[in-house]
């Protein structure tokens, strides 16, 4: 019996998945429950020792949907949650009753009372944000638990080192943080050197506070070894599958696949050219499948190629397929002279990303990170999840 979900549903296996599909829809959008349940665990046992293991779940579980991802991250084992924004904290406590949620943004102006009647715990990140929660709290015997951003280089949200020194030095305030925690400019890249100058002020940091719990490591930092671990890492893009760092090892199950119907394939001759602005010439005879993704999708008009430049790949029954020309709002085409006539033919799915062309590499096709695109998939794929197996829940 699981406790702790408002919605013990677990997704069904669609039936659908390895068939024709539903003949209205253009394209699709599978997400591997299992994967996700997988990398958290994975991370989880990375930190065995180090600490505990939470998960960003911002931005609709990175645009994969919150009522699975966050239902699957529960039952996996994950029982603390970073969201941004308060309204995010507000639906990820509806789901979750039993589940410690931070709100990485802060206090919103006048929200206080917002986060309290849903449970919320603030990560404060500035001095004015301090003094509206000091005022909040006051003359409570028993004041809601709150968390203290310090800015070691990011130079985002977070106090200064002088500024926390100076909360430090005023424990009569009533206000004593639970959680302090800082966030890395470059842990996608081992060997920059801020990352050893932003752990050292962490140090410095945390050491103000010793009742504090301590959080450092969004997924990247998780990499960089155990000296950036903690009490508590914030893990996001590697759970869902996408690269978050430069070490291969930061690169876990996939778990988000893109896949959108062939609508016709045409034959494009020797120096015609497709698309919008004309932007691709055949240097010979080609077969070209028009295939049902574009922009409007989230299928990143930057992945289109020129004569000049390569653009994105998808992926059909072994073969690679280069993208022609520019994406268009609701179409792109791709180059589809190398596979079987009776393979590329109207109606088949084409993977944009997935197993076979990794979300990252769509990415950078267009000068982007995994983040981007997997935030930006729009409402009108359909969308099917792929359960979690037995085996991996309920622990
Ligand atoms: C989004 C975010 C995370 C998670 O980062 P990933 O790179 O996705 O692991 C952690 N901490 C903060 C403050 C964030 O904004």
């Not at 309204?87 to 979750?96: F, P, V, W």
């Not at 791709?334 to 033919?345: C, E, I």
Request: proline share 6%; glycine share 12%; net charge negative.
């Amino acid at each position: 019996m699981r406790t702790g979900l408002t919605d013990h549903s677990a997704p069904a296996p669609d039936d659908a998945m390895h068939g024709a599909g539903d003949p209205g829809e253009g394209g699709r959008i599978t997400i591997d429950l299992d994967a996700l349940a997988a990398n958290w665990q994975a991370l989880n046992a990375r930190l065995t020792g180090d600490g505990e293991c939470g998960a960003a779940v911002k931005a609709d579980c990175y645009g994969l949907g919150s009522d699975q991802g966050l239902a699957t991250l529960w039952t996996a084992g994950c029982r603390t949650f970073f969201v941004a924004t308060p309204q995010e904290g507000r639906a990820t406590r509806e789901r979750l009753p039993d589940a410690t949620i931070h709100i990485l943004n802060g206090l919103y102006p006048g929200a206080a009372e917002f986060y309290v009647a849903h449970g919320l715990r603030p990560v404060l990140g500035s001095m004015e944000e301090v003094a509206e929660w000091r005022g909040f709290i006051a003359g409570r015997s028993d004041p809601p638990p709150a968390g203290l951003h310090v800015d070691t280089g990011i130079s985002r949200l977070g106090l200064s080192l002088h500024q926390a020194r100076t909360i430090a030095a005023e424990p009569t305030s009533g206000f004593s943080p639970g959680l302090v925690m800082s966030h890395m400019a470059c842990a996608d890249r081992p060997d920059h050197p801020m990352n050893k100058v932003q752990l050292d002020r962490f140090q410095e940091a945390t050491a103000l506070f010793p009742g504090a719990r301590r959080s450092l490591a969004n997924s990247a930092a998780i990499f960089l070894g155990s000296d950036y671990h903690f009490d508590l890492a914030r893990p996001g893009i590697t759970l869902y599958g996408a690269s978050a760092s430069e070490l291969p090892q930061a690169r876990l199950r996939p778990v988000v696949t893109l896949e959108s119907r062939i609508l016709q394939v045409h034959e494009l001759k020797r120096g015609e050219t497709i698309g919008y602005g004309a932007t691709f010439t055949a240097p010979t005879d080609m077969r070209v499948a028009m295939v049902s993704a574009g922009y409007a999708d989230g299928y990143l008009r930057a992945s289109g190629s020129t004569d000049e430049k390569r653009g994105a790949d998808a992926w059909l029954a072994g073969y690679r397929l280069p993208i022609l020309g520019r994406v268009s709002m609701d179409m792109s085409g791709f180059d589809v002279s190398a596979v079987p006539p009776d393979v590329a033919q109207r109606g088949a799915f084409v993977e944009l990303f997935g197993a076979n062309i990794p979300i990252d590499e769509t990415a950078g096709c267009a000068g982007t990170i995994g983040y981007e695109l997997l935030t930006g998939l729009g409402r009108r794929f359909s969308r099917r999840y792929l359960p979690v197996l037995t085996a991996r829940g309920e622990s």
